[in-house]
């Protein structure tokens, strides 16, 4: 069964860009959640998304978003690219036990 | 906010040793805490899983205990081996409503199995 993926894994924009990421989620997940995990800082809560819908969103401005595709595979926009927006940010899934949340392996933004 | 605290030192034990790690939470008890496992530049990795009506739950070499009166969970990996070098993350889960759940993780705890 394949995991998570996400691309692209490595991404390089400057301040004030966009930036697009991607996530499918495991074959029979419907949840997808997204993760920031800046250096020396915990992954922190992003947004979730559940058949379609955006459900819920972590403490960030309205320049992060996204949305969710009928296929369940997500998108990640970060609008007005900042410096403290370089992290990690992680993708994960859940099906029918959305309790175990399973990562891809991220993709590193880096804001010059 | 929930906050949750694990040791942010670094801890270097000898293989075959028992390697204990410790998470400390404060506020509400989640519904679940989880452990993950994390290597360098790539996605955590779901270990385990207890309740909070659970004291301990086992897995292979692995043991997650949750005292939810001292608020603390204790992961254990018994007979270490240099392939358990990794950081190792605590999460807890809170029901967002509508089956989600949202994971606060802690900054995890950096493991380094010697021969």
């Known amino acids: 069964e394949a995991g998570v993926t996400q691309s692209p894994t490595h991404l390089i924009k400057t301040r004030g860009q966009q930036a697009t990421l991607r996530c499918s989620p495991i074959?029979?997940?419907?949840?997808v959640y997204w993760y920031q995990q800046a250096l020396g800082l915990g992954l922190q809560f992003l947004l979730w998304?559940?058949?379609?819908?955006?459900?819920n969103r972590g403490n960030f401005p309205p320049r992060f978003s996204g949305r969710q595709f009928p296929n369940y595979s997500s998108e990640l926009n970060v609008n007005a690219l900042e410096l403290e927006d370089s992290a990690l940010y992680l993708c994960?899934?859940?099906?029918?036990?959305?309790?175990?949340?399973?990562f891809g392996p991220g993709t590193r933004l880096t804001v010059t | 906010s929930q906050k949750i605290e694990q040791n942010s030192e670094a801890l270097n034990i000898q293989e075959g040793k028992t390697a204990t790690l410790t998470c400390n939470y404060t506020?509400?008890?989640?519904?679940?805490l989880q452990w993950y496992r994390q290597d360098p530049g790539r996605g955590p990795v779901f270990l385990l899983l207890?309740?909070?009506?659970?004291k301990e739950k086992r897995k292979e070499r692995l043991k997650v205990t949750f005292d939810t009166t001292l608020k603390q969970s204790l992961f254990h990996i018994t007979a270490s081996q240099p392939a358990d070098s990794a950081t190792y993350l605590c999460?807890?889960?809170?029901?967002?409503?509508?089956?989600?759940?949202?994971?606060?993780f802690g900054t995890g705890t950096q493991l380094k199995v010697e021969l």
């Open positions: 994960a899934s859940s099906g029918d036990r959305p309790y175990e949340q399973y």
């Open positions: 074959s029979g997940h419907t949840s």
């Open positions: 998304y559940d058949e379609g819908e955006e459900r």
């Open positions: 506020n509400y008890s989640p519904a679940y």
């Open positions: 207890i309740r909070e009506n659970e």
């Open positions: 999460a807890l889960a809170r029901p967002m409503g509508g089956g989600g759940n949202k994971l606060t």
